[in-house]
């Protein structure tokens, strides 16, 4: 996806803040982006499709760099949604949580599967092209199941409770809604496009009541906070109901 950077969004801000050092400019674009992006919930991702190992019941979110998942719209697993509970719910639900290959130590892992062939002083085709079939100690997953519960500890990492076990292929699909990081230069330019007159209302909003600067003007400021609370529940309207429009219809109500 094409980024659009928040520096060159500075000429839309500038000639409101005369003097403002453009850092001081990027740093307060990108907060009104990432505010935008929390509010609204515009900015939608969804992550590749991927499986879950045997015995893992905690996973990084596979998102674009320099962001970070805000909210999680749905999680699908084997086309069946997934309970999305908060870290209390599932603490509750399961108390014993889980643990990684099930407590087991990862050198246990391996421990079944035949060793490779290096060194082998034997050859033939089939040793030679053929890999060793990894074998699961059943110890890994002793304690797993068939995950019925997504939960996260932090924004980066997400949980599966039980524990995945072995006994079927479980794939995942998850529908984000994805925010810029603290220390990010740019986002996803469709996204920013449609966001603009936001980020640029709540970049003013703050810039205008910095204290002691030339473009201080707190009533200008009011101006545009009111701007950004109206554009933003435009964009989240706009956001739920995407390009779709739905039909009206009448109906008559009987007399008393």
Not at 82 to 108: F, I, K, M
Not at 137 to 161: D, H, M, W, Y
Not at 230 to 236: F, K, M, N, P, V
Request: charged share 20%; glycine share 4%.
């Amino acid at each position: 996806m094409a980024t659009r950077t928040f520096e060159s969004f500075i000429p839309n801000i500038s000639p409101s803040v005369p003097g403002c050092p453009q850092p001081l400019l990027v740093q307060h674009i990108r907060d009104a982006a990432i505010r935008a992006c929390e509010r609204t919930l515009f900015w939608r991702y969804q992550i590749p499709l991927f499986n879950l190992l045997p015995g893992v019941h905690e996973y990084l979110y596979n998102v674009p760099s320099d962001t970070q998942v805000h909210a999680v719209f749905e999680a699908i697993m084997n086309d069946n949604p997934l309970h999305r509970l908060t870290l209390e719910q599932a603490l509750e639900r399961y108390p014993e949580w889980a643990d990684l290959y099930s407590g087991q130590d990862p050198s246990v892992l391996w421990s079944l599967t035949p060793p490779g062939t290096l060194n082998s002083y034997q050859y033939n085709t089939t040793l030679f092209n053929g890999g060793s079939s990894f074998v699961l100690p059943e110890s890994v997953v002793a304690n797993g199941g068939q995950p019925r519960v997504f939960t996260q500890l932090s924004p980066e990492k997400f949980i599966l409770l039980p524990l995945p076990d072995d006994d079927d292929t479980y794939q995942m699909r998850i529908f984000t809604a994805l925010k810029p990081t603290r220390t990010a230069t740019g986002m996803d330019e469709v996204v920013f496009n449609e966001l603009e007159d936001a980020i640029m209302h709540g970049a003013l909003q703050h810039l205008l009541v910095l204290p002691e600067k030339n473009w201080t003007d707190r009533d200008l400021a009011s101006y545009h906070a009111k701007q950004f609370v109206y554009h933003l529940a435009d964009r989240r309207a706009r956001a739920n109901l995407g390009n779709m429009r739905g039909s009206m219809s009448v109906r008559m109500q009987p007399f008393a």
